[in-house]
């Protein structure tokens, strides 16, 4: 019998998956939008990514096939997959510019693998190492910072108020703007109108504001209801679909 033991068999070494960008797409857009406009609306939920070795900021506003005239249409990277969740829940159906709705939803990407695409993208890593210099983005704010401009209040109103009332929302937006501006400079208002616990979310300018905000509202009644006030998670998302009910009635 041959007794030699087998050398152990090497492990194989797992490709490890690459992770999605946290990336949003945009429909609706003025055809007329900048990149700064881009970047100083979108940066209200989350810090935009910049590219590591030009600086330069994750965001392409797409043009029609001459290159010149925009589509409306624009992809924007997040640094933390945090902020796309954000985005979704706030500024999906916000008001761009006056009267001027947008589209927020979660960007899909399919890789294409064929020999010129690899080809393309082996060239632009080839690129990017020869630039050398690396753009160091953790530097900027952390989730855990940044979260704290975000803040949910609930029980501010009963879903019914909303359903034959087509003014509710921007009634509710300025009521509660009006408000939280006591505190500090608001950002963004959002309310979401078919949620059952009344939920209106504010974005203030910086921490302090949304501190005040806290500490006020917690707590306070309105209405006969007792309102909490709190900073958002991160991840829980207020929409809510319109109900059957709800449709019959508007």
């Known amino acids: 019998k041959n007794t030699q033991t087998q050398p152990p068999k090497k492990k194989q070494k797992e490709n490890p998956q690459p992770q999605a960008p946290a990336s949003i797409y945009v429909e609706n857009l003025p055809c007329d939008t900048t990149e700064e406009e881009i970047i100083t609306y979108f940066s209200k939920t989350g810090i935009i990514k910049r590219d590591e070795y030009t600086g330069e900021y994750k965001v392409k506003l797409y043009t029609e096939e001459d290159g010149k005239t925009l589509k409306g249409e624009a ?3 997040y640094f933390k997959p945090e902020s796309v969740l954000l985005a979704l829940d706030v500024l999906d159906g916000s008001d761009f510019r006056y009267k001027h709705p947008i589209k927020v939803t979660q960007a899909k990407f399919e890789q294409d693998n064929s020999r010129s695409a690899k ?7 080839r690129g990017r190492k020869a630039a050398r210099i690396r753009y160091d983005q953790s ?3 952390s989730w855990e910072e940044e979260s704290r401009v975000h803040v949910v209040m609930k029980h501010l109103f009963d879903p019914k108020e909303a359903w034959t009332d087509v003014d509710f929302v921007s009634d509710m937006k300025e009521d509660v703007k009006e408000e939280c501006e006591k505190f500090g400079e608001v950002e963004m208002v959002a309310v979401f109108e078919n949620n059952p616990e009344g939920v209106v979310t504010v974005v203030f300018k910086d921490s302090i504001a949304a501190a005040k905000c806290i500490e006020v509202m917690d707590g306070r009644f309105f209405a006969g209801k007792q309102i909490t006030a709190e900073y958002y998670d991160g991840f829980t998302n207020y929409k809510v679909k319109e ?8």
């Open 75 to 77: 992809l924007i990277t």
């Open 243 to 250: 109900s059957e009910e709800q449709q019959k009635l508007r």
């Open 119 to 125: 080809k393309k993208r082996r060239a632009q890593a």
């Open 139 to 141: 530097k900027e704010l």
